[in-house]
C-alpha cells in the first residue's frame, strides 16, 4: 500500500509549512489545481480520500475529515 497527498495549494512553501506543523509522514505532491483534479476524479470536497488499486480504479471515495478507524475498515472490506 503506498499512501499519497496531494496539495493544491499553490505555493510549495505553504505546503512544507503544512507538512512540518502536522509532522506528515508520507509524499505529498503538488496538483495542478481544483479543477484538474474535478476533471480527473468528478466532484470533490476538501480534503477526499481515495482508495485506488493496483489496476487504476477508485474502489472509495471519502470526502471529508475521516478517522484512521474508517480507513482501515475500508481497507480491510477490500482485500
Do not use: C, W
Not at 43 to 51: C, D, K, N, Q
Amino acid at each position: 500500500m503506498v499512501v499519497l497527498g496531494v496539495s493544491v495549494d499553490e505555493s510549495p512553501g505553504a505546503v512544507k509549512k503544512f507538512v512540518k506543523e502536522l509532522r506528515v509522514n508520507y509524499p505529498i505532491l503538488l496538483g495542478g489545481g481544483r479543477d484538474d483534479l474535478q476533471q480527473a476524479f468528478g466532484p470533490i470536497g476538501f480534503p477526499t480520500l481515495y482508495i485506488i488499486d493496483r489496476d487504476g480504479q477508485i474502489r472509495s471515495q471519502q470526502m471529508g475529515l475521516t478517522s484512521i478507524e474508517e480507513v482501515e475498515r475500508t481497507i480491510n472490506l477490500l482485500l
